[in-house]
């Protein structure tokens, strides 16, 4: 199925499974998941609900442990992010080129009229 559905199943429960990463012991297996994703999103198909789940279970026993749900919260936190690692490191660099081309066009003014000077002076 396409990633972006199974994106924005769990964008759309993320609160559900921010409680489900906060429990010590917790998780949650299909049963529940399913009954969770049809009162959030009464659109979706149970083979989609289905598969979201099954790319959640990363160990494949059924459940959805505390431990998948906060991996899961990391992913949802990356994707969504306007400044992700990569972004924030371009924007960096962005701002260091704009202060380096600031810093040559002044040392270009200073230079301009240091060789000006004589000129004038005539
Ligand atoms: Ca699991």
Redesign the pocket.
Known sequence: MDQMVIRRIFNNLSNEIEVLAGEADG?MNLAEFRAVAKEKLPQLFDDEIDEAFKSA?????????TE?AQELLRGLRESTNPHSKTERLVLGLQGTVASLQADVASLHAKLDRLLQLPQSSE
């Open positions: 998780g279970d990363g160990n494949n026993n059924g459940n959805i442990d998948e």
